[in-house]
Structures are given as structure tokens and as C-alpha cells.
């Protein structure tokens, strides 16, 4: 079963400039999460979709990050305009219901994209 | 609001010994659950171990087990027989259960680093 995939890997923009990355689920998991992870720290959720509903997005700086996920499949994150602390690890994620699988609802990760502000 | 603390930023230890990560948490919720994650340095985050808040026993998953205290409000992770492939940032996290927003508050992660 293929993992999660996201896209690029890395990605380096001047402050003020806007980025996007792209994230595909787990076929068949109805809910993804985009976690922003600094250097040294754990990840922190910034939103989380069931299917293709927001379900909890009160971490989002809205003022600049927005993130859709258009037919309940592949999401994108964006940033406009970026600033300095900014530069981060965007990991995406997505997980079963607690009833299928293991029960355990884990969320699997991917590798994430490495986003360097300037 | 949901807290994670894991107090050890770093450790070393020596191969085939075994070793605890120390985690505690705070909550309000009644009913929550409890993960380990294992990140290498290759950036990926790898599911390890859960417990759910009304689980009467550790869980246990292959060399890593739960120590669950829940009066103490803490869920350290054991890994029996440390080999050198555990090097890696190690994170806590929990889960609220009940209700659609589930995603995960993380602690800032120990870093345990197997010795030959």
C-alpha cells in the first residue's frame, strides 16, 4: 500500500514570496491533517479536513497559510506572503476511521516538505 | 487544553540495553488517547505504541511497551534490547477522543542515540 505522498520535497523562497505544497492521502482515508514542525520542536496541527470539511483549523495563522482539499482526496497548503519563522517542516498526514484498521485511528505521516524562508 | 512534557532532551545509551523516554501529559478529557512516535533523521514520522486513557493494560507492541500510570498522569515508553536502527528523535503525543477534531498535541521529542 503506498504511504503518503507530498510534494516538493524541499523548497527555499525570499520572505514576502508564496509557496504551496501539495499532499495525496492514504486511498481511502477520509481524514488528513498539515502539522508544521520547527527545528527542534514537535509537530503542531494547523488543520485538520474530514473528507473535503475543515473539521478544526483554529491553529491556522489564516491571516497567510489557507489549505483546501478539493473532492475529499489531495490537499494543498499555501503560504502568502512568507515570512522568516516560517521556515519549517510541513508534514501531512492522514488516518482510517477508529472502526477500520487497527481501531487505533494512528495517523500516518508523510516525509514531509522542507520549506527554507529567506 | 492539552499539554505534553518529555523532560529528557537527549540520551545515550548503549546497545541491547533497554531504555525509557519519559512522557507526562495534562488533560481535562475524561476519555483521550496516547502515542509514540519514532522520527529518524530522514525526517519521516513512524507510529510506535498506543493507549487509550480507559485501557486496563500496557500496551505492548514487539520490543516497545507502554508504562501506562494514569493517577500520575504519565505514559513512558519502554524499548527492551535497544539496537543501533532506534537512534532517532523519539515524540509523545496525545489524542482527544470523542467529538471530529482528533489531531495530536506533540511534546518537544527526546533524542536517543544507541551506542555499539
Not at chain 1, 491571516?63 to 497548503?77: C, H, I, P, Q
Amino acid at each position: 500500500e503506498a504511504g503518503v505522498a507530498q510534494s516538493p520535497r524541499y523548497k527555499i523562497i525570499e520572505k514576502r514570496q508564496s509557496v504551496a505544497f501539495w499532499c495525496n492521502p492514504i486511498s481511502g482515508h477520509a481524514t488528513l491533517y498539515w502539522y508544521q514542525q520547527i527545528l527542534g520542536q514537535g509537530p503542531k496541527l494547523l488543520i485538520q479536513f474530514q473528507n473535503n470539511g475543515v473539521v478544526d483549523d483554529s491553529q491556522l495563522p489564516k491571516d497567510r497559510f489557507s489549505a483546501e482539499r478539493l473532492k475529499g482526496v489531495d490537499s494543498t497548503l499555501k503560504i502568502q506572503p512568507a515570512k522568516l519563522e516560517d521556515s519549517a517542516v510541513y508534514l501531512c498526514a492522514s488516518s482510517l476511521d477508529r472502526v477500520s484498521g487497527t481501531g487505533y485511528g494512528e495517523q500516518f505521516f508523510g516525509p514531509g516538505t522542507r520549506l527554507t524562508v529567506l | 487544553a492539552q499539554k505534553i512534557t518529555q523532560t529528557q532532551p537527549g540520551m545515550f545509551v548503549q546497545e541491547k540495553e533497554a531504555v525509557t523516554l519519559d512522557c507526562t501529559y495534562d488533560t481535562s478529557d475524561q476519555s483521550y488517547g496516547l502515542f509514540w512516535y519514532k522520527q529518524p533523521s530522514s525526517g519521516e514520522m513512524i507510529f510506535l505504541i498506543y493507549q487509550g486513557s480507559y485501557d486496563e493494560q500496557n500496551a505492548t507492541e514487539g520490543r516497545y511497551s507502554l508504562n501506562f500510570q494514569k493517577a500520575r498522569k504519565s505514559a513512558n515508553l519502554v524499548i527492551s534490547a535497544s539496537q543501533l536502527g532506534d537512534s532517532a528523535m523519539y515524540f509523545c503525543a496525545m489524542r482527544r477522543s470523542g467529538g471530529g477534531a482528533d489531531g495530536l498535541t506533540f511534546g518537544k521529542g527526546t533524542h536517543l542515540i544507541i551506542q555499539p
